[in-house]
């Protein structure tokens, strides 16, 4: 039980673009979802808290107009990075918490050129 | 008073040998404490958590020791195996709380040798 599927796994965007990375909790419903961002041998630094139906608290330096999230269920949250450039490039990890068990997916590598 | 701080930031095993990771907190308001495991290009996978009311906790060859005067805790792992080989971090959290977001250690970069 306690599955978080994120989607893509990949994605390479040209700079400009805005992409969509979506984050599911399969088997159960999540009464919050986390977004962190991971650059290479680092630790995870979360970017956002959201609530399914309000908006998202982000963490200090993080530009909310930026990095968008939807928290439109209890088993769906999506983060869309607008107007990507090179140095938003970075692995990107969507966590999804029922109680006190945090259950993360499997990660979106994005990759703007 | 949010940081979770983590050593070593990496360590060298020999098969069968003992992997000791320890995290050190300064919030007494964290209640939970989980240990991940993380392979490149995956996402963290939780391998052991325990509350500040137990000293230790073990699931086969994974046991957390908990010292709560000293405000530390760590990851001991047993019998390691070159599978064993990835980064793990430590996390604490406020797992009463409603927003309780993980705060993560820097992460120890395990490498189990043959």
């Known amino acids: 039980g306690a599955v978080v599927s994120q989607h893509p796994s990949w994605v390479i965007c040209k700079s400009g673009t805005s992409v969509k990375i979506e984050c599911r909790s399969l088997?159960?419903?999540?009464?919050?979802m986390f977004w962190y961002r991971q650059f290479p041998k680092q630790s995870l630094m979360l970017m956002a808290t959201?609530?399914?139906?309000?908006?998202?608290?982000?963490e200090q330096g993080v530009e909310k107009d930026k990095f968008l999230i939807n928290h439109a269920s209890l088993t769906l949250s999506t983060l869309t990075v607008t107007s990507a450039h090179p140095e938003d490039s970075s692995f990107y990890i969507c966590?999804?918490?029922?109680?006190?068990?945090?259950?993360f997916g499997s990660g979106t590598r994005l990759t703007v050129v | 008073q949010q940081q979770v701080k983590q050593s070593p930031q990496s360590l060298i095993v020999q098969k069968g040998g003992i992997s000791i990771i320890n995290c050190a907190y300064e919030?007494?308001?964290?209640?939970?404490f989980p240990w991940y495991q993380q392979f490149p290009g995956k996402g963290p996978a939780l391998l052991i958590a325990?509350?500040?009311?137990?000293s230790e906790k073990k699931e086969g060859r994974f046991t957390i020791s908990f010292n709560k005067s000293a405000k530390q805790f760590s990851l001991h792992i047993m019998d390691s195996q070159p599978g064993d080989s990835a980064t793990y971090f430590c996390?604490?959290?406020?797992?009463?709380?409603?927003?309780?977001?993980?705060?993560f250690g820097q992460g120890t970069t395990l490498q189990v040798k043959p």
């Open positions: 959201s609530n399914e139906g309000s908006k998202a608290t982000y």
């Open positions: 919030n007494t308001a964290f209640d939970y």
């Open positions: 325990i509350r500040p009311d137990v």
């Open positions: 996390a604490a959290s406020k797992g009463s709380s409603n927003t309780g977001k993980l705060i």
């Open positions: 966590s999804a918490r029922k109680l006190d068990r945090y259950t």
């Open positions: 088997d159960f419903q999540a009464t919050t």
